[in-house]
């Protein structure tokens, strides 16, 4: 059975030395920016000073890292924000804080693969939509913290989806999403397995054979 997919923008976030929370892949800088060493280390003014688009493409020369409030400013998406916390560094309030004052509470969902990001953030918040983020290819764990936290969502990689264990996640409420799925036909599979929706680097391909994704994923 053919299901309505959502579209809905994935960025993942850190937090600077001088607490701004910056939409960027990786906890240092050196695949996707012209500068070196650990994103916390820096501040908003000296990150944004950075080239972190010249790795993707010339054309993206002198593109700057942007914040999470700049994001959501900018689009009016869905957008699912994962938190790439370094311990307790004080990303989930922070971010949270962010969503609140951008006023886009209602369409925002987090995510993590660290289990006690999400249970801050459950800490700090009763209402916040929360997916459970995870890399294993069996989900009985991911299923235990989803069950902690309140989550409404699994977001699992692309082959650890097992029909028998996609049902179980369904009758407990939660959507699965799948990570990260370039290929349209695998596409099909995935729905037919019963996942909800597909995070992509490559939304075109999906939009243009008729099929919504659920999620570009980030670049930088």
């Known amino acids: 059975m053919r299901k309505h997919w959502a579209r809905t923008w994935s960025s993942s976030t850190c937090r600077s030395r001088d607490g701004a929370v910056v939409v960027i892949h990786d906890w240092t800088l050196g695949r996707t920016t012209g500068g070196r060493g650990r994103v916390a ?10 080239d972190a688009g010249s ?15 700049e994001v959501l400013d900018a689009i009016a998406l869905p957008v699912n924000v994962e938190l790439k916390a370094r311990g307790e560094d004080g990303l989930e309030a922070r971010a949270f804080e962010v969503v609140a004052e951008a006023g886009a509470q209602s369409r925002v969902v987090y995510s993590s693969f660290h289990p006690e990001s999400l249970v ?47 049902r179980t996640a369904a009758a407990q409420g939660l959507e699965i999403r799948a990570w990260t799925v370039n290929d349209p036909a695998e ?19 999906f939009l243009q054979s008729g099929d919504p994704c659920i999620a570009p994923r980030p670049r930088s």
Do not use: M, N
């Not at 790795?55 to 409030?69: K, N, Q, S, V, Y």
């Open 41 to 50: 280390a820096r501040t908003l003014a000296e990150l944004q000073k950075l």
């Open 55 to 69: 790795w993707f493409a010339p054309d993206f020369r002198g593109e700057r890292i942007p914040t999470l409030r």
């Open 120 to 166: 801050r953030l459950r800490q700090r918040s009763a209402s916040a939509a929360i997916a459970v983020l995870t890399s294993e290819r069996r989900l009985a764990r991911a299923l235990r913290l989803a069950g902690r936290v309140g989550a409404t969502a699994l977001h699992i990689r692309k082959d650890g989806v097992a029909p028998d264990e996609v």
């Open 187 to 205: 596409f099909v599979r995935l729905a037919d397995a019963g996942v909800s929706g597909v995070f992509t680097d490559f939304p075109e391909r």
